[in-house]
């Protein structure tokens, strides 16, 4: 039993890059597809592809490095909100992710979305995690 799936997928993730693998399988779950899709949308990963063999179904991700230099266009990825502490921004404090050049995954009322995105539609909610 996994108390913090979230913490999981991103620990999967940071796990795979560091040992320079291309794909990684993760179990699949709502919030983590939508997570997935944010990723591939901003440009964080290659691609994805969602697998339903199995009762609960499998994420399977395609990292992305760089050709020449081969470092992974995700350099640090870090869990905000924890099931001890959950933490939620309106939009007069959305987080500012490496001065903007990061971003910012949100659980919203209209679903899961970037910082911007949140701040574009002048919502707010529960911050997930940073990406950069």
Known sequence: MNT?????????????????HRIVEIPASNLKKEITKVLFDKGYIANYKFED???QGVIKIALK?????KIPAIR???RISKP???QYAGVENMPRVLNGLGIAILSTSKGVMTDKEAAKLNIGGEVLCHVY
């Open 4 to 20: 913090d799936p979230i913490a999981d997928y991103l620990t999967r993730v940071r796990n795979a890059i560091k040992a320079n």
């Open 53 to 55: 063999t199995t009762t």
């Open 65 to 69: 490095y760089n050709a020449i230099t």
């Open 76 to 78: 640090t990825l870090t």
């Open 84 to 86: 001890g502490l959950r």
